[in-house]
């Protein structure tokens, strides 16, 4: 019997497609795996008893994962969301969907018992034929009754589809239970009636907590208001910069802490979406949320020896970008990739669809990225841009012997826009206020944050709802709808965010880039690909010179880091390639 199985084969079709918790690289099993340097977490400063007081919800990144979840009770259940910024409601899987381990260990049985002969009564089984799988767990509907809604026009069991720009598919009905969370505080925060969406059919592992502005069912953010825990529709972001083990996150509701960030600390009015999306239903829904969405107005390397620093935008045109929590890419204009490429020495493979640079080469340039945003300047040291390239369950490395990692960067039109993900969020300290229209961001403070103190294993009491609770320090304070505190505002150029079909395709990249081979674990340079070609290939770019004026290249001396089922495929890499039957 010659097939691939059927949940597996969906593992790979969907890896194919490199966007937000589902993407991977390639059907053939391409990996990628962080290769982010150590932190030495006794050289930062600890919270301060003022800052564990603040409400906050705390996101962990699991085992063998790379995105943040946080743990929530839906009626009975206890369940894990992922942070969803970019739409507006909580969705949970329903009853219907197996789990991961259920189905995991169904083939793994299965394939031990009868090898590549499993007969057709095992093929018949439901675990068989799954095409999806929950890993965050499921909610189950009581047999009682539930619940009416609490929003006007609402009603229990009316169907409805998660509005997201990316590939992300979840649509199942409103259902209206009591949840509840765990603050930070150790204070259990119950939200009644809360109405929320019950999904039948997606493409993801985990759902979602959405943060997003103007939502249809209840709302987190709009519950707190309703609830007087928050002022408006806001919150602020902080990550610790660590990724797994110890990624962690805070969600701080409805209030800044100047502890959590350095330097300045700007807002901007929210770039509203503009359409695009060929689903009808689904660009009106999109048109009328709050996303977190910003203009980059430059992105530049420096070398941080010389202080060199050189432009990747090509235009003087800014950049419309989306600020994604899951995704671990960030997508950029093409002209922009080529130019960082070129810095670089990256080259592009066809098999893995991804630019790959020499490990050792990044790690030893002492080089940063720098993203401007009007004149805030976030600057990310380059080696915490890359991961470790694997391909078919194999650490890539190049004909000479030195490792390769991957960019943690692709171009805008594999996206549809322009978007900048987790490898960049967890540099950041951001807050939005979703019913005054504004974004703002700053570099992240370093802190110790230890997890214990925030274990959910220590005893709860209850949080005091309708309630704000008092807040003494000076660098603590609400955002306001039209205000974000201790925040500079700063006009940008007005514009909006665009949506364009996606194009997966590599015909855009110059050949000179795109001559690596794969075989056997080794990357393979063509004479197209050799550092003579990419140094050649400044003649394709446009890239500007911010010291002085000169159009010189690879002046960095750069030359002398997917996604939920892509975890999933690195956990069972090995697997998938072994239950694919001959």
């Given at each position: 019997?010659?097939?691939i199985l059927p949940f597996l084969a969906f593992v790979v079709s969907i890896a194919a497609r490199k966007d937000s918790d589902i993407s991977s690289s390639t059907t053939s099993t391409s990996t990628t795996v962080s290769t982010l340097p150590s932190v030495d977490l006794q050289s930062f400063s600890r919270e301060t008893d ?60 299965e394939f031990e018992s009868y090898g590549s002969n499993i007969p057709d009564s095992a093929t018949e089984n439901p675990l068989y034929t799954a095409t999806a799988c929950a890993q965050g767990g499921v909610y189950t509907t009581p047999s009682s009754d539930i619940p009416t809604p609490t929003i006007p026009g609402l009603s ?404 002398s880091m997917k996604t939920e089922i892509q975890i999933i495929m690195t956990i069972i890499g090995v697997v998938i390639m072994t239950l694919i039957l001959i």
């Open positions: 019997m010659r097939r003022e800052d564990k007081s603040i409400a906050k919800l705390i996101f962990t990144i699991p085992y063998n994962d790379v995105y943040y979840n946080t743990n929530v009770t839906v009626g009975d259940d206890n369940l894990q969301l992922r942070l969803d910024l970019t739409q507006p409601e909580i969705w949970v899987m329903n009853e219907n969907f197996y789990s991961c381990d259920q189905v995991f260990s169904y083939y793994q049985v229990n069991g009316q169907t409805y589809t998660i509005p997201n720009l990316s590939i992300i598919d979840a649509e199942g009905e409103f259902e209206t239970e009591n949840i509840s969370f765990v603050l930070g505080s150790n204070q259990k925060l119950t939200l009644p009636d809360f109405s929320f969406v019950n999904v039948d059919s997606t493409n993801m592992w985990v759902g979602g907590l959405g943060l997003a502005g103007n939502p249809t069912g209840s709302g987190f953010l709009d519950s707190l208001v309703q609830q007087g825990i928050i002022k408006s529709s806001a919150y602020s972001l902080w990550f610790n910069g660590v990724q797994e083990p110890g990624g962690l996150c805070e969600l701080l509701l409805g209030a800044v802490d100047q502890h959590y960030y350095e330097g300045d600390f700007y807002s901007f009015d929210i770039i509203p979406y503009a359409g695009g999306k060929s689903n009808d239903y689904t660009d009106q829904l999109l048109q009328g949320l709050k996303l977190p969405t910003i203009l980059l107005s430059d992105l530049r390397v420096r070398n941080e020896n010389s202080k060199e620093e050189i432009s990747l935008f090509s235009a003087s045109d800014s950049v419309p970008v989306l600020m994604e929590s899951r995704t671990l890419y960030n997508y950029l204009p093409l002209d922009s990739i080529i130019n960082l490429a070129i810095q670089l020495d990256a080259i592009y493979n066809n098999d893995v669809a991804e630019w790959i640079v020499e490990c050792d080469k990044i790690y030893e340039a002492n080089a940063s990225l720098l993203f401007s945003f009007g004149d805030l300047e976030i600057d990310i040291p380059m080696e915490e841009m890359i991961s470790n390239a694997t391909y078919q369950d194999t650490f890539l490395t190049f004909s000479n012997g030195k490792r390769a990692c991957y960019l943690m960067v692709l171009p805008s039109s594999e996206h549809g826009y322009s978007s900048l993900g987790i490898t960049f969020l967890r540099h950041v300290y951001m807050a939005l206020d979703n019913d005054g229209g504004r974004i703002a961001i700053a570099k992240a403070n370093s802190l110790d944050v230890v997890q214990d103190d925030y274990s959910t294993s220590k005893s709860v009491s209850d949080f005091p709802t309708k309630t704000m609770a008092n807040i003494t320090a000076s660098t603590i304070s609400r955002i306001s709808s039209g205000k974000i505190p201790f925040a500079t505002h700063q006009n940008q150029s007005s514009t909006s965010l665009t949506y364009s079909a996606a194009n997966t395709g590599a015909q855009d990249i110059p050949e000179r880039f795109t001559g690596a081979v794969i075989s056997s674990g080794q990357i393979f340079l063509t004479p197209l690909t050799g550092s003579s070609a990419i140094a050649s290939a400044a003649d394709e770019s446009t890239a500007k010179m911010k010291s002085g004026g000169s159009s010189k290249y690879t002046f960095v001396t750069i030359r």
